[in-house]
């Protein structure tokens, strides 16, 4: 199992993910349509070049989603239980189509949870940074993960 257990995640601790993800057309189109969302800027590259941007801008929402899914791997591969919330959610630059992410994550904060003495909250801190090292979404997720089950090796003798 690749994802870390909540003992494993200590405050200050610092991933950089390994994989990037060049972020293509079809990801923005199939994204925008699929929830919805008929926003030109998304979806009309003839709309998109009279913009400030000048050419169609990749939806924000696949750009939170992207990034919080390259941090999986590194951190809650099987041993998540729920996110519980998102929060500071920034986008300081545009993603366009091409741009490729990278992640970055640092454990800001854990708690054992109050309910449940068999999972902890863990408060992620992610930023995605594209190609040009241009910071282009962070955000803040609060996420229940699973403790390491009695009697587990820890990480490095599994």
């Given at each position: 199992?690749a994802?870390?257990?909540?003992?494993e995640?200590?405050?200050?601790?610092?991933?950089r993910?390994?994989?990037?993800?060049?972020?293509?057309?079809?990801?923005?189109l199939?994204?925008?349509?699929l929830?919805?969302?008929?926003?030109?800027?998304?979806?009309?590259?003839?709309?998109?070049?009279?913009?400030?941007?000048?050419?169609?801008l990749?939806?924000?929402?696949?750009?939170?989603?992207?990034?919080v899914g390259l941090?999986?791997s590194?951190?809650?591969?099987g041993?998540?239980?729920?996110?519980l919330g998102?929060?500071?959610?920034?986008?300081?630059?545009?993603?366009f189509?091409?741009?490729?992410?990278?992640?970055?994550?640092?454990?800001?904060?854990?708690?054992?949870?109050?309910?449940?003495?068999?999972?902890?909250?863990?408060?992620?801190?992610?930023?995605?940074v594209?190609?040009?090292?241009?910071?282009?979404?962070r955000c803040?997720?609060?996420?229940m993960?699973?403790r390491?089950p009695v009697g587990?090796a820890?990480?490095?003798?599994?």
């Amino acid at each position: 199992m690749a994802g870390r257990y909540y003992e494993e995640l200590e405050v200050g601790a610092r991933f950089r993910h390994h994989a990037g993800r060049t972020v293509t057309e079809t990801d923005n189109l199939l994204f925008s349509t699929l929830t919805m969302n008929p926003q030109p800027l998304h979806l009309d590259s003839e709309f998109a070049r009279g913009t400030t941007f000048g050419q169609v801008l990749v939806n924000s929402l696949f750009t939170l989603g992207l990034l919080v899914g390259l941090t999986v791997s590194d951190t809650t591969l099987g041993t998540t239980v729920a996110n519980l919330g998102f929060e500071s959610v920034e986008f300081p630059h545009p993603v366009f189509v091409g741009d490729t992410m990278y992640a970055e994550t640092e454990v800001v904060a854990r708690r054992a949870s109050q309910s449940h003495p068999e999972w902890g909250i863990v408060t992620f801190a992610h930023q995605a940074v594209n190609q040009r090292g241009d910071v282009v979404a962070r955000c803040r997720r609060a996420a229940m993960m699973q403790r390491r089950p009695v009697g587990d090796a820890p990480e490095g003798a599994r």
